[in-house]
């Protein structure tokens, strides 16, 4: 089983998220430490799930490193997280911007 689907799988059982997005990365950190051949050794992942809720950033990655502890400690070199709480995924609509008419 892919290391990318091992993640998938115990966030998914972990905190049921509404979104979950999982990039593996390691083709852009080839050749640096931690990097292996094959790959699957830098990831990014973007979750969100109400388990989040009301708590901080810090607390929430935690939560995170501790459903992927076995993964850390063998396979994974790198893992950047945005972790959120429902609502938080939302981008504000930027304010239209006034055209120049040349006026």
Known sequence: MLVADNIRRKLTETFAPTRLDINDDSHRHAGHAGARE??????????????????????????????????????VHALAL?????????????????????R
């Open 38 to 75: 094959g790959g699957e050794t830098h990831f990014s992942v973007e979750i969100v799930s109400a388990a989040f809720a009301g708590k901080s950033r810090v607390e929430r990655q935690r939560l995170v490193y501790a459903a992927l502890a076995a993964e850390l400690q063998d396979r």
């Open 82 to 102: 945005r972790t959120l709480a429902p609502g938080e995924d939302v981008q504000p609509k930027a304010a239209p911007q006034p055209v120049d008419r040349g």
